[in-house]
Nanobody, 115 residues
Framework: QVQLVESGGGLVQPGGSLRLSCAASRSIFSISHMGWFRQAPGKQRELVATIPRTGSTNNADSVKGRITVSRDIVKNTVYQRMNNLEPEDTAVYYC?????????WGQGTQVTVSS
């Protein structure tokens, strides 16, 4: 069992940057995989980046070159920093955790990119 809480969303102008946080209720090391997803109004939820416990992250084509994912094991938190934000990046961003065959989601944090 794990609870996930996203934060860091908000209103940002095009070209700006945001760092999103996902705080987990247990050690990140105990979670098999974590990932960032997003869902825009009227669209399906899509993968932004996968964060394996070991190995390299895998970013979606739509954000490659604009995203940096990091971990803080002490704070049980993973981060997602997106640069050069565009209106198309407007969505609710969700943190996901996979533990064995169980899938967990946070409530999401709203990112709005607008002038």
């Amino acid at each position: 069992q794990v609870q996930l809480v996203e934060s860091g969303g908000g209103l940002v102008q095009p070209g700006g940057s945001l760092r999103l946080s996902c705080a987990a209720s247990r050690s990140i090391f105990s979670i098999s995989h974590m990932g960032w997803f997003r869902q825009a109004p009227g669209k399906q939820r899509e993968l932004v980046a996968t964060i394996p416990r070991t190995g390299s992250t895998n970013n979606a084509d739509s954000v490659k070159g604009r995203i940096t994912v990091s971990r803080d094991i002490v704070k049980n938190t993973v981060y997602q920093r997106m640069n050069n934000l565009e209106p198309e990046d407007t969505a609710v961003y969700y943190c996901n955790a996979l533990m064995g065959s169980d899938d967990y989601w946070g409530q999401g944090t709203q990112v709005t990119v607008s002038s």
